[in-house]
């Protein structure tokens, strides 16, 4: 059974408090998801720290019944990854 972006976001909020998370269901299948992840506990991380943080917060549904997540993270008030401020 596929995961809900609702329960994507659950999971990443619940471990980065005061995170704002943006789900979008690339395929519309519930199983490919892009999540654009904004958190005042990324600063100071690298870009992999960043990533395994949320990563972490999916308690290893990725690979089962979250199939493929396209993860962009920024710290309040910066650029998005990828994109010129």
Same mark, same amino acid.
């Not at 976001?9 to 471990?15: G, S, Y």
């Not at 998005?80 to 401020?85: C, D, I, Q, W």
């Given at each position: 059974m596929p995961m809900a972006a609702s329960e994507i976001?659950?999971?990443? !909020?619940?471990?980065l408090p005061g995170a704002v998370v943006t789900i979008t269901d690339l395929a519309g299948d519930g199983d490919h998801y892009r999540a654009h992840v904004v958190a005042a506990g990324f600063a100071g991380l690298s870009r992999?720290?960043?990533?395994?943080? !949320?990563y972490n917060a999916l308690s290893g549904r990725m690979g089962g019944v979250l199939h493929a997540l396209q993860l962009t993270t920024a710290v309040p008030g910066t650029a998005?990854?990828?994109?010129?401020?």
């Open positions: 976001e659950a999971a990443i !909020v619940a471990a992999v720290k960043q990533h395994q943080l !949320v998005p990854e990828g994109v010129s401020a």
